[in-house]
Nanobody, 122 residues
Framework: QVQLVESGGGLVQAGGSLRLSCTAS?????IAWFRQAPGKEREFVTV????????YYSDSVKGRFTISRENAKKMVFLQMNSLKPEDTAIYYC??????????????????WGQGTQVTVSS
């Protein structure tokens, strides 16, 4: 199986930045970020193909968040800028062997990290 380990969550003021990291046991997988706020469904944030050439963002984060990967280190990063209180959630990374034509759904991914808490204060 693919193991995913996340880090980088924390508390930040509105307008600030955080960088999340996801370290995988393999580098040849598409990696997505999802988030889930209390009482809400898990929400797609962004995804990057194994090559890094294909990226999708949800409308809510486009222009503020950037996903990237460094395959030699088997790591994927989520740079989050201009954070808003509504970005507060547990952030999960997820892996899929192939890039889905519908990458925004949780069912497209077979492996998940443990999640890391991101809290944005007003």
């Amino acid at each position: 199986q693919v193991q995913l380990v996340e880090s980088g969550g924390g508390l930040v003021q509105a307008g600030g930045s955080l960088r999340l990291s996801c370290t995988a046991s393999y580098s040849s997988y598409a990696i997505a970020w999802f988030r889930q706020a209390p009482g809400k469904e898990r929400e797609f944030v962004t995804v990057i193909s194994w090559s890094g050439n294909t990226v999708y963002y949800s409308d809510s984060v486009k222009g503020r968040f950037t996903i990237s990967r460094e395959n030699a280190k088997k790591m994927v990063f989520l740079q989050m800028n201009s954070l808003k209180p509504e970005d507060t959630a547990i952030y999960y990374c997820a892996a899929s062997r192939f890039m889905s034509t519908q990458p925004m759904g949780v069912r497209a991914y077979d492996y998940w990290g443990q999640g890391t808490q991101v809290t944005v204060s007003s």
